[in-house]
């Protein structure tokens, strides 16, 4: 069945080419891109509209329902703006968001049960200051159970909420605000939390592993995110005065960005690197080799655990006055 698919994709791909331009990719359930139908679980298409925006369209293989809609400003500004909606593979809305024009989600975000039921919204204020937007807070409106029984309402009373990382947070609200006790997990379980907040304001928490290990935090330390020695600027320099230009990039006068992305793991070693916008000539083979001989980070906390953070880098090259 999926290698039928994949054929009907490839005659979808080049049936659109003559029309409009259009691609077509493969990913796995963890969002990874991959060549591999078998391991596919749905596919995201791009096409250029008459604006030179991208109509984003994703669909499930099995079975073949929409995933998500949505638009990217251009093929190379892969962020959402305008409306964006994603369905559960039962074909029932998981959420609506509203994205800026660059890309900020604003307004008022809607996320539902797979049962189709509302279960929370947040509004998010925003001000446009030089064409750049800023949300000013984060406002928890509602929250219902699977059931429809409604447990909150604007900013007051208990709510459940659950991130795309696999946190869970369980706790109450007044005016808005977190308040009391709170508790939840994250990494699919591995790890749980006590915490208390007052007005909003985290006072301490408590995350115990599998072991009943206990990792203390506060307000200061909840989220530490990596740290390259001499900040991501050091990183920059280090890449400007590393990289290797390959011979052929430097003949054919290339110029443009190539996009790396790279995990820092638990313990700061950059794992995982990859590029995902290749500038051809052999460009994105020499970013990834320049990244290999980067010092090692210092790893990033959440909850007073070493978690594994994923980065993107752009690296802008400009061989056309060599």
Known sequence: MKRILLTTLILML???????LSFTTLYTKEGKETKNIEEAYYYRELSLLENTQVRVIEK?????KTKLLGT???????????????AYENG??????LYSNDGVLIDTAYYYHPNGKLKIAYKYPYTIEKNSTKVTDTLILVYHDSLGNRHL???????????????????????????????GSFMDGKYT?????????????????STN???????????????YPGDIIAIRKFIASNYSYPREAIQNKVKGTVRVSFVVDTVGNM????????????????????LKKAKKWTPGYMRGVSVRVAYSLPIRLDMSGS
């Open 213 to 227: 290990k206990e990792y203390a935090y506060d307000q200061k330390n909840f989220m530490i995110q990596p740290a």
């Open 271 to 290: 794992v995982e690197m990859k590029v995902d916008e290749d500038l051809g000539f052999g460009t994105g083979e020499a970013a990834i080799k320049v």
């Open 193 to 209: 939390f006590e915490e208390s907040y007052d007005n909003g304001k985290l006072i301490s928490g408590i995350t115990k592993d």
């Open 153 to 183: 309402f604007n900013g007051n009373g208990y709510a459940e909420i659950e991130y795309r990382n696999s946190t869970v947070e369980k706790g109450n609200y007044k005016e808005h605000q977190r308040i009391g006790n709170w508790t």
């Open 60 to 64: 499930y293989i099995q079975p073949n």
């Open 92 to 97: 029932k809305i998981k959420y609506k968001e």
């Open 14 to 20: 080049n049936y659109l080419s003559y029309g409009q």
């Open 72 to 86: 990217f400003p251009s093929f190379k500004e892969k962020k959402f703006i305008g409306e964006k909606l994603e």
